[in-house]
């Protein structure tokens, strides 16, 4: 009678719908480190496709056939909306290479935060309410990079404008300074326990058991940031010398 009555399509859908809302309960992160780290993985794709954007835009063979179809190829991207695809001249290769080292440490100083920051603090995490608070500051942090370095690949393109390129080299930069301002605390790096450290030296200053030094996460970061300024400030001179020359 239940059969007849469509209990068995009733029962399927029930299923179908019970085995769907189980398997959003399980992608679903398991705590707010979790739902960080899944973000800042979704973006840490983003600029990697960035970067190699820019590579490609540095590898690109300026000789040969490449030359051959530039206009047709410019007509068809501008149709698309996609703007032009012209080839970079000599100064705006040499501007390329000179702004490529930055968007390399800005992906790898983004990349280096998962492992040393999110997966330590999933094992030990500090102050809940703390936490929880600057972990919610991190995804539109993150989101920042990503929109920057986009902004940044497209001022790339030939022809380049240097007012705007400049600007979106100090926008990408300020965006990776927020980020280590917010990483670099004592609730988010914990500095490394000095004491602690040096009571597993042995006599002969090796550590107890053959472990490797310890090394620290902030003082990495804060190097990495060093480099990103001095790029910043190489290619801001740059820039500033082909103004005043009107290249």
């Given at each position: 009678m239940f059969a007849e009555d469509g209990g068995d399509d009733y029962l399927v859908r029930t299923g179908t719908v019970h085995d769907r809302i189980e398997k959003a309960r399980r992608e679903l992160p398991a705590d707010n480190v979790s739902a960080v780290k899944?973000?800042?993985k979704a973006d840490k794709g983003m600029l990697e496709d960035s970067l190699e954007e820019i590579s490609s835009m540095v590898e690109v063979d300026h000789q040969g056939e490449d030359d051959l179809d530039g206009d047709e190829l410019d007509d068809e991207w501008d149709e698309l909306g996609f703007g032009s695809a012209k080839t970079l001249s000599e100064a705006e290769l040499?501007?390329?290479?000179?702004?490529q080292p930055i968007a390399r440490f800005v992906t790898l100083f983004h990349k280096r935060?998962?492992?040393d920051v999110l997966v330590p603090l999933s094992s030990s995490p500090p102050d809940p309410n703390g936490l929880n608070q600057a972990l919610d500051a991190l995804p539109p942090l993150s989101n920042s990079v990503v929109v920057a370095m986009e902004e940044l690949v497209a001022a790339l393109y030939a022809p380049q404008k240097l007012n705007p390129l400049a600007?979106?080299?100090v926008s990408l930069v300020e965006a990776i300074r927020t980020v280590h301002a917010s990483i670099a605390t004592d609730l988010m790096?914990?500095?490394l326990n000095l004491e602690k450290d040096m009571s597993a030296l042995s006599i002969n200053g090796a550590k107890d058991g053959g472990e490797k030094k310890t090394k620290d996460p902030r003082k990495w970061f804060d190097s990495c940031l060093a480099q990103i300024d001095k790029s910043a400030k190489a290619v801001g001179e740059l820039l500033n010398s082909q103004v005043d020359n009107g290249t």
């Open positions: 899944k973000r800042w040499e501007r390329t290479k000179k702004i935060v998962v492992p600007a979106s080299v790096l914990s500095p």
